[in-house]
């Protein structure tokens, strides 16, 4: 498998405070990446960091070997890097399909591919076709996430960043939309999940890496994670 998205010793600074103390990990193509750690660990920060929200002070990330620090984070977009950050962030004020237009508008792509990227939504989210006329502001908390997530993939990402989508949401809606991650992923979608629920994560993702305080402190894949007594004990309940 090729590496899609290399991050190498990157350190990132809120003023003078360190989140990130020189983090390194890897995205491989076609894999599903879970980011796991504790509140404060810096996992948001690293996908801001990747989108370019947040500037790195040192250390590199490369997408398909090319660096993408420094840019502006409307460029890593067009470089295929989406960012569902978390709390959805739909907009209220347009209907689910406006949402879903936007997504693709915005990246400039045509009539034909928005309106297969529209179809393609709806058919991961039923749900959303139903309620294809109505208000983005209307919808619950997990047709809203199921919204964000399909406005992300109308730009045909190369790799989405998902940052804990199954925040605030019932168990069953947060099975659905695992499931659905899944299946997007099966369709050719890399993506990097940030998950608090660190379960559903590790049985979602190939491979996962450990934060805390800045640092990564294990990365393996999700079967090693599964069974390590540490990660059982910090972040699986036992
Ligand atoms: P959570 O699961 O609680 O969102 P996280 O692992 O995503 O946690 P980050 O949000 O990346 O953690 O935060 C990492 C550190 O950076 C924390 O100590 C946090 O207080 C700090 N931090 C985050 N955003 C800012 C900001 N805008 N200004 C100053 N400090 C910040």
Sequence with gaps: MSTLLT??????????????KGI????????IVALLGSNGAGKSTTLKTISGLV???????????????????????????????????????????ENLELGGFTQKKKK????????????????????????GGTLSGGEQQMLAICRGLMARPKLLMLDEPSMGLAPIIVQEIMHI???????GTTILLIEQNAKAALRLAHRGY????????????????RGD?????????A
Excluded: C, W
């Excluded at 007594?229 to 309940?237: F, H, R």
């Design 7 to 20: 991050i190498d010793n990157v350190h990132s600074f809120y003023g003078k405070i360190a989140a990130l």
């Design 24 to 31: 390194s990990l890897e995205v491989r193509q076609g894999e």
């Design 55 to 97: 500037r790195p002070g040192k250390g590199n990330i490369l997408l398909n070997g090319k660096s993408i620090v420094g840019m502006p984070p409307h460029q890593i977009v067009e470089e295929g890097i989406i960012h569902v950050p978390e709390g959805r962030r739909i907009f209220a004020g347009l209907t689910v399909r």
């Design 112 to 135: 034909n591919v928005i309106a297969a990227g529209i179809e393609q939504a709806f058919s991961f989210f039923p749900r959303l076709k139903e309620r294809s006329t109505q208000l």
């Design 181 to 187: 991650i899944r299946e997007i992923n099966k369709q």
């Design 210 to 225: 450990v934060l805390e305080t800045g640092r990564i402190v294990m990365g393996n894949t999700a079967e090693v994670l």
């Design 229 to 237: 007594e540490s990660i059982v004990k910090a972040y699986l309940g």
